[in-house]
């Protein structure tokens, strides 16, 4: 067992009988099932309640403000300051948790597919069904390299311990801390297994881009020809759904770094969505549900233990955790060229983008930066009409550095290796939500098709004239008037009305964060007259 950066306390509690480590998933299924933390449903996965917690929680998210990280994160809303005298008085409350455990669990592994680029990590847990979620999400290492894995990070989850905010400086009982000094991540008062996974995203998020790797918050695949596409898209735009096709080769559902060498997954697994969930739709992630996979807050028959994944009483942001190898003929390992297709996913609920368009190098910053997609009337509460939403590079909660620090180095990429980029629409069409419908997933997929085949390359476009987007004149096999949203409205004066209502949040939003980028990105926005 690695003893890099480990604390004196830390080493101890790792070197007790009581500490379990490594163990199969076989025997981690076993060992949640004895100690009441889930059951087997009758596909054989394991089923779990996270409690309180169904989702993140930003706000309780912290960085450690010190000397490393003092001049390089990018402090504000998303990345909130914590001192070191209060990471430290949490560190020392862990390890005495810990101490009073019956058993704790550790896996050792690694993030990051590219060997060049990969780095051993620890997750150490007090939860075996949490520890099992780490084993399936990070890359699980060859038996003979457990013996000389030096983790370089440590990932400590503690649901039980809860944080008092006056003392313990949090905003809540709930933390997620982490400290790059000391090289630990801290979970507390939180069961839900999604904070262990985005806590060593955003890590890879600080360390990856000062070695000239982009790390992004996409999905990848690979056609039968090797041509690679990328998927961004914030939860909900059908990220996972579009890029598990079973005509072409899954790298990866969410986290991959972009180097010299291509594209690279940086996890080992799948954290799927399973409301709605089916078999037509979703095959492999249906399949994918079986002995050895986790879920997450999804409702079960008591008697019959089957999964009812159209019910949302404990929460809609039910959840699937499996392996990679679950996956058939996904690329092993899990790296790709660079990509010849990058797609950015918004589902519009305001019924006015058009279904894809090709965007233009300026387009590309703009939209990246800006990551929009809709929030839905019954998703949070107080939300009872559509909202913008914006979230930088489709992923703004996870970005320790400046949004433009990425979104500059993807343009780089894309303007160096000839990347085509797309804005594709998820969302709704005739109407806003309420009122259209959503675009047939068949008519996406067909778009997505001719993206990545080379279709739309010399294909004949209109420019929107609100959104200045090129819109395809016609794909094969999709209806003409898909492709232009106003056409699809009863009332086309509602239509601009609704338009111009997006592209004044578009407007604000860039205003507010980003009003020093270069008038040729802002102006490559919507207009509004």
């Given at each position: 067992m690695g003893e890099k950066n480990l604390s004196p306390e830390l080493k101890a509690i790792l070197q007790r009988s009581s500490t379990l480590s490594n163990l199969s998933a076989p025997q981690l299924v076993e060992k949640a099932v004895k100690r009441g933390e889930g059951t087997l449903t009758a596909n054989g996965a394991l089923s779990v309640r996270t409690g309180k917690y169904t989702g993140r929680s930003p706000n309780d998210k912290f960085i450690v403000k010190d000397d490393v990280t003092r001049d390089t994160v990018a402090w504000g809303a998303v990345n909130r300051p914590i001192s070191e005298e209060n990471f430290q008085k949490l560190y020392d409350q862990v390890m005495e948790y810990l101490n009073t455990l019956d058993e704790v669990f550790v896996f050792e592994g690694y993030v990051g597919a590219d060997p060049e680029h990969r780095m051993p990590l620890r997750v150490v847990n007090e939860f075996a069904w949490q520890n099992l979620f780490a084993r399936q999400l990070f890359i699980r290492p060859k038996r003979d390299e457990l013996a000389t894995i030096e983790p370089e990070f440590t990932v400590i989850a503690v649901p039980g311990l809860k944080a008092d905010p006056e003392k313990d400086g949090t905003n809540s009982e709930a933390f997620v801390i982490v400290s790059f000094s000391s090289r630990v991540v801290l979970i507390g008062g939180t069961a839900y297994a999604g904070e262990i996974k985005k806590s060593i995203f955003s890590v890879m998020n600080y360390l990856l881009p000062p070695k000239g790797v982009l790390s992004m918050h996409c999905s990848a695949n690979m056609g039968s020809n090797g041509h690679t596409a990328l998927f961004f898209g914030l939860s909900g735009t059908g990220k996972t759904t579009l890029s598990n096709d079973p005509e072409r080769q899954l790298v990866g559902d969410d986290e991959h770094g972009w180097s010299e060498n291509g594209v690279f997954n940086i996890e080992g697994g799948c954290y799927a969505k399973c409301i709605n969930l089916s078999r037509e739709h979703e095959p492999q992630i249906w399949d994918a549900i079986r002995f050895g996979s986790v879920l997450e807050n999804v409702v079960i028959d008591p008697d019959d233990r089957i999964p009812d994944y159209d019910d949302g009483s404990f929460t809609e942001n039910t959840r699937v955790a499996y392996p990679l190898d679950y996956i058939p003929g996904r690329v092993d390992p899990s790296m790709a060229g660079h990509?010849?297709?990058?797609?950015?996913?918004?589902?519009?609920?305001?019924?006015?983008?058009?279904?894809?368009?090709?965007?233009?190098?300026?387009?590309?910053?703009?939209?990246?930066?800006?990551g929009y997609t809709s929030k839905l009337a019954g998703t949070e509460r107080g939300i009872v009409e559509p909202e913008a939403t914006f979230s930088a590079c489709f992923g703004e909660p996870f970005l320790p550095l400046s949004p433009l620090k990425y979104a500059e180095m993807l343009r780089d990429r894309v303007h160096k290796h000839g990347s085509k980029v797309y804005l594709i629409n998820t969302g709704w069409s005739g109407g806003p939500y309420g009122v259209g419908e959503r675009i047939k997933l068949k008519y996406t997929r067909r778009m997505v098709s001719a993206a990545l085949s080379g279709e739309l390359n010399e294909v004949e476009t209109w420019k929107d004239p609100i959104f200045g987007l090129h819109v395809p004149v016609s794909i094969e096999g999709v209806p003409a008037d898909i492709l232009n949203p106003k056409k699809t409205w009863e009332d086309p004066e509602a239509y601009d009305k609704k338009a111009l209502e997006l592209a004044r949040a578009f407007q604000e939003n860039f205003k507010k964060k980003y009003a020093d980028v270069a008038p040729e990105v802002q102006a490559a926005g919507p207009v509004v007259d």
């Open positions: 990509p010849d297709a990058v797609i950015f996913l918004t589902a519009d609920a305001f019924g006015v983008l058009p279904p894809i368009s090709i965007l233009t190098e300026e387009q590309i910053m703009y939209h990246f930066v800006s």
